[in-house]
């Protein structure tokens, strides 16, 4: 018998929709992942055995095979794990397949069963929405960030048997309430950096105050000791506060970083790269997913001190 899965791979800021399809049918044991899959997707199959087994399930001793669709496009990372297993289940008749349909999984199996939270949830949980899907099974520690997204039904699940208890129809489980942003205080403030510590320079604020209203770049000049840099620190201090889809841009942008979203930052991104910084780590490389200092700063400020202007 055939099913179908839907989840997610990320690269950089791309986050593409993988369809997981098992075939099972009569023949020797065997389990094949095809479909451009990397090492950690490859690896999936033992996951996948062993956390079916530990989960009570029967894991079909035939001829198994799982293909990621579309063919064309690399699969990265162990988020895939959660859907290859439903997939598997529902193949086997283990697990109805209805829901299976129209969710989003994305999750890594721990041999015991356990769903493993897997970096970019809230990219995934965007993704999903946007692919017309009409919920996200995800691990319970990144349900919260998932849950940022509107639109889109979020369950939290700690285990692939709560997984198959939701995909049949019950609920995920409970989640900790979600929280309420953040106060639009950005650390500059909470340091204390305010433009208005600034004596004086009468045109340097002004133009910052210009340059800060309309979006412009700004590029500050003079000797040493003159508070350039003072200045620059001090911009995100009159910048108003990320607006909710200018905040989930950022957040989307922390999230595919790795870095755990819990709630929405209505702080401005700051980012100030040392002088030595290299062109990848300014504007991305392959090994970042194309992320450098410029997406880091995306609705916020790029500060580069200590430029050098070459003639
Ligand atoms: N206009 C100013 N108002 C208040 N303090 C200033 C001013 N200009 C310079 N300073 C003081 O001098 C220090 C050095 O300034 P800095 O911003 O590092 O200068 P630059 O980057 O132009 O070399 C600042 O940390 C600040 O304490
Ligand atoms: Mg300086």
């Known amino acids: 018998m055939l099913a179908r899965a839907h989840t997610f791979t990320i690269e950089g800021l791309e986050t593409t929709h993988v369809t997981v399809e098992v075939d099972i049918r009569p023949g020797l044991p065997a389990f094949t992942i095809v479909g451009l899959a990397d090492a950690a997707v490859r690896e999936a199959r033992e996951r996948v055995r062993t956390a079916i087994l530990n989960s009570g399930h029967e894991f079909p001793a035939r001829r198994i095979t799982a293909n990621l669709a579309p063919g064309d496009v690399r699969k990265a990372g162990p988020g895939i794990d959660l859907a290859l297993a439903c997939a598997v289940l529902a193949a086997s008749r283990q697990l109805p397949s209805e829901r299976l349909g129209v969710s989003a999984l994305y999750g890594e199996l721990a041999l015991d069963g356990v769903v493993r939270p897997s970096w970019g949830a809230l990219a995934v949980a965007q993704a999903a929405r946007r692919a017309g899907l009409r919920c996200v099974l ?45 106060a639009s205080r950005h ?46 620190q001090r911009i995100v201090s009159i910048l108003p506060p990320l607006t909710r889809s200018e905040a989930i841009e950022v ?29 990848a780590g300014l504007i991305g490389g392959a090994r970042r997913g194309w992320i450098g200092e410029v997406v880091l700063a995306h609705n916020g400020v790029l500060f580069l001190d200590s430029i050098r202007l070459s003639s």
Not at 189 to 213: E, N, T
Not at 264 to 278: C, D, E, N
């Open 138 to 182: 995800i691990a319970r520690a990144s349900a919260r960030e998932a849950q940022l997204v509107d639109g889109i039904e979020v369950l939290g699940v700690e285990r692939l048997t709560g997984a198959m208890r939701a995909l049949s129809g019950g609920p995920g489980d409970r989640l900790p309430a979600p929280r309420e942003c953040e």
């Open 187 to 232: 650390p500059a403030d909470a340091s204390g950096a305010d433009l208005a510590d600034v004596r004086g320079q009468r045109h340097a604020v002004r133009s910052l105050v210009i340059a800060a209203a309309g979006g412009h770049n700004c590029l500050l000049s003079g000797p040493p000791g003159t508070g350039k840099t003072m200045l620059a």
């Open 251 to 279: 957040a989307q942008i922390r999230s595919v970083m790795g870095e755990p979203v819990g709630r929405l930052s209505r702080s401005r991104p700051f980012r100030a790269p040392h002088h030595s910084v290299t062109a």
